[in-house]
């Protein structure tokens, strides 16, 4: 899986938009980028995945640069409850270490009021 | 449940014990996944079933650690001799079947604490 790297912390207020980057310069072809965030005391929760298009849920938004060297999550309106750690993981879809998530040190998002 | 279920929430034991961990996945998924994660740190990959086919054990520790799954529903993760080092959260997760998306739900852990 290719290496990502994002920054330890950021803070956002609250009912701001929270625009958190992550860069995968190495990222091949097939490998999809996923988003992840664990809420302290919880199990990690998906938050949305993508290859190459932009994607949208009813969580946030995926933008990708076109080179796929780097992604940036979007969380729209961000509340006290966005406050986690949120993790960017390049995987290629399917392969033979599926299931095997490598969950790096992430970025501690820190909503305030 | 809607989500994936893990007991006991909290277990405290003396080094030397064996202890099992349950964790009850979301109905209908097939894969299964158990991680551990260590205060402060990421999470690592411990053991993967999918289905009938012979789980994938490459990321259990040492030989006192083992997980069995009933059919495709509920797994067992052992771990016997605990030591200190043992102490950490394991987490499972569950999801379909369908390779294109790892989309992973994760339990809320069992915290193991190793005195």
């Known amino acids: 899986d290719a290496k990502t790297t994002q920054p330890p912390s950021m803070d956002c207020a609250e009912g701001r938009a929270a625009n958190l980057p992550c860069n995968h310069s190495?990222?091949?072809?097939?490998?999809?980028v996923y988003w992840y965030r664990q809420i302290h005391s919880q199990g990690p929760q998906y938050i949305i995945h993508?290859?190459?298009n932009n994607e949208t849920n009813e969580m946030a938004s995926l933008i990708i640069t076109e080179d796929r060297k780097s992604s940036t999550l979007i969380l729209p309106h961000a509340t006290l409850r966005d406050t986690a750690v949120y993790y960017c993981?390049?995987?290629?879809?399917?392969?033979?270490?599926?299931?095997?998530?490598?969950f790096g040190q992430g970025t501690i998002l820190t909503v305030h009021p | 449940g809607a989500g994936v279920s893990q007991s006991p929430s909290n277990k405290v034991t003396e080094k030397g014990k064996d202890v099992e961990l349950r964790c009850d996945p979301i109905?209908?998924?097939?894969?299964l996944y158990w991680y551990r994660q260590r205060l402060g740190q990421g999470l690592e990959f411990l053991i993967y079933?999918?289905?009938?086919?012979?789980?994938?054990k490459s990321g259990l520790p040492s030989d006192r650690f083992s997980a069995e799954r009933t059919g495709e529903s509920v797994s067992t993760l052992t771990i016997q001799r605990t030591q200190q080092e043992d102490s950490a959260v394991y987490l499972c997760?569950?999801?379909?079947?369908?390779?294109?998306?790892?989309?992973?739900?994760f339990g809320s852990g069992t915290q193991l604490s190793v005195l």
């Open positions: 997760a569950s999801s379909l079947s369908d390779r294109r998306s790892e989309k992973l739900f």
């Open positions: 190495t990222i091949s072809g097939n490998e999809y």
């Open positions: 993508g290859l190459k």
């Open positions: 993981i390049v995987r290629v879809a399917g392969g033979t270490s599926y299931g095997k998530l490598t």
């Open positions: 109905s209908g998924h097939t894969a």
């Open positions: 079933f999918q289905g009938n086919s012979a789980p994938d």
